[in-house]
């Protein structure tokens, strides 16, 4: 019917390489070729990740006092709930509702999601063991190693784009009180808001390790050391020349002169392409 035909004409006008935000399911990701792509996404420790959702957006960005009360209820919001495995699913999980894991129904809903997930993607890596899976993901794809260097960039204590008003925004330093740490070690953190999301992790934390293991962990050990090696070059090659949308003290760069992609992302993209790897790496 016409229906099909516009959803397959959608389809075939999207670009090849596509890096964005956005959930699996609406960018049908499940109709993709497996033969003619390769699907590949990051997951991070779920709370991490939601406490740098909110010492960026809203403490530093939106300039929010962190106190105890305005901390839980921001992390007891609907971004916050389960969102891994809602933006990494192909299918609708209703998962602002999942079963209890604490159900013989609820087990087997909450293994099923993540077994899904981790069959449809190619490769999952891990926010906290980026090199690892850098390293291991190069490996797999037999890549060369220039195309996973990067230079790291900004992190709390510096400054990042911001908005219209703000356009470089000081990054406030995470800290947790003794009431932000009762409430993330409570039920209401780890099951009512992430029980599909920490199973999640934890189960591409373990596929990691078993990839490792089956790749060999002295190979990989030695590549990872290798990558190293080439990324403390690579920084020293570029400093002085990665400018970002802000500078150090945190003023504004303009766009003809930062070395960004968009926004303060890729700005060593440039200095990379000109360095070459020692040939006794």
Same mark, same amino acid.
């Given at each position: 019917?016409?229906?099909?035909?516009?959803?397959?004409?959608?389809?075939? #006008?999207?670009?090849?390489?596509?890096?964005?935000?956005? %959930?699996?399911?609406?960018?049908?990701?499940a $109709? @993709?070729?497996?033969?003619?792509?390769?699907?590949?996404?990051?997951?991070?420790?779920? %709370?991490?990740?939601?406490? =740098?959702?909110?010492?960026?957006?809203?403490v530093?960005?939106?300039?929010?006092?962190?106190t105890?009360?305005?901390?839980?209820?921001?992390?007891?919001?609907?971004h916050?709930k389960?969102?891994? %495995?809602?933006?990494? =699913?192909?299918?609708d999980?209703k998962?602002?509702?999942?079963?209890?894991?604490?159900?013989?129904?609820?087990?087997?809903?909450?293994?099923?999601?993540?077994?899904?997930?981790?069959?449809?993607?190619?490769?999952?890596?891990?926010?906290?063991?980026?090199?690892?899976?850098?390293?291991?993901?190069?490996?797999?794809?037999?890549?060369?190693?220039?195309?996973? *260097?990067?230079? &790291?960039? @900004?992190?709390?204590?510096?400054?990042?784009?911001?908005?219209? &008003? #703000?356009?470089?925004?000081?990054?406030?330093?995470?800290?947790? %009180?003794?009431?932000?740490?009762e409430?993330?070690?409570?039920?209401?953190? $780890?099951?009512?808001?992430?029980?599909?999301?920490?199973?999640?992790?934890?189960?591409?934390?373990?596929? *990691?390790?078993?990839?490792?293991?089956?790749l060999? #962990?002295? &190979?990989?050990?030695?590549?990872?050391?290798r990558?190293?090696k080439a990324?403390?070059?690579?920084?020293?090659?570029?400093?002085?020349?990665?400018l970002?949308?802000?500078?150090?003290?945190?003023?504004?760069?303009s766009?003809n002169?930062n070395?960004?992609?968009i926004?303060?992302?890729?700005?060593?993209?440039?200095?990379?392409e @000109?360095?070459?790897?020692?040939?006794?790496?």
């Amino acid at each position: 019917n016409n229906n099909n035909k516009k959803n397959s004409l959608r389809i075939k #006008r999207r670009c090849r390489f596509r890096a964005m935000h956005g %959930t699996a399911r609406s960018f049908q990701y499940a $109709k @993709r070729d497996t033969t003619k792509s390769f699907l590949l996404s990051v997951v991070r420790d779920p %709370t991490k990740k939601a406490m =740098s959702r909110f010492y960026h957006f809203d403490v530093s960005i939106g300039q929010k006092e962190p106190t105890d009360e305005y901390f839980i209820d921001t992390m007891m919001k609907f971004h916050n709930k389960n969102s891994l %495995t809602y933006d990494l =699913s192909m299918v609708d999980l209703k998962w602002a509702k999942p079963p209890s894991p604490h159900t013989e129904e609820g087990r087997r809903y909450h293994h099923k999601a993540v077994a899904d997930i981790l069959n449809a993607y190619d490769f999952i890596a891990v926010t906290e063991r980026l090199d690892e899976s850098l390293v291991v993901f190069r490996m797999l794809l037999k890549l060369d190693l220039h195309d996973i *260097l990067y230079i &790291k960039a @900004r992190s709390s204590g510096g400054w990042s784009n911001g908005n219209d &008003k #703000r356009p470089c925004v000081y990054l406030v330093p995470s800290f947790v %009180t003794p009431g932000m740490e009762e409430f993330l070690q409570s039920p209401r953190w $780890k099951v009512t808001q992430n029980s599909l999301d920490i199973l999640l992790y934890k189960a591409v934390y373990t596929s *990691l390790d078993r990839t490792i293991d089956s790749l060999g #962990r002295d &190979k990989v050990a030695a590549e990872l050391e290798r990558f190293h090696k080439a990324q403390k070059a690579a920084s020293e090659f570029c400093r002085g020349q990665i400018l970002s949308q802000c500078d150090d003290g945190g003023s504004p760069v303009s766009a003809n002169k930062n070395t960004c992609y968009i926004w303060s992302e890729g700005c060593d993209h440039e200095c990379l392409e @000109r360095f070459v790897i020692p040939e006794d790496l």
